[in-house]
């Protein structure tokens, strides 16, 4: 079983930046970040491999970094110049042969 603790949410103006954070239990190769905001369906953020390599959902290129630290087995998203738009619950996983995990979610809030 794979544990997935999220933390850095919180309430932001626009324009602003969080860091959000991810503390797996174990090393796994490739993690991943989603969002879900209210009525919407659960969507990728931004991904990345052991190996450093990353994907972003088109609508945070540029604004948005996924990173890792393979010694602390934690995933980190930089997301910066934050929209209204970006206000979602957001969620760590992460997969291990065929199973999923998921993190319990982080509220990310933009609001003036």
């Known amino acids: 079983q794979v544990q997935l603790v999220e933390s850095g949410g919180g309430l932001v103006q626009p324009g602003g930046s969080l860091r959000l954070s991810c503390a797996a239990s174990?090393?796994?190769?490739?993690m991943r970040w989603y969002r879900q905001a209210p009525g919407k369906q659960r969507e990728l953020v931004a991904g990345?491999?052991?190996?450093?390599?990353?994907n972003y959902a088109d609508s945070v290129k540029g604004r948005f970094t996924i990173s890792r630290d393979n010694a602390k087995n934690t995933v980190y998203l930089q997301m910066n110049s934050l929209k209204v738009e970006d206000t979602a619950v957001y969620y760590c996983?992460?997969?291990?042969?065929?199973?999923?995990?998921w993190g319990q979610g982080t509220q990310v809030t933009v609001s003036s």
């Open positions: 996983y992460a997969i291990r042969g065929l199973t999923p995990y």
């Open positions: 174990e090393n796994i190769v490739r």
């Open positions: 990345i491999s052991s190996g450093g390599n990353t």
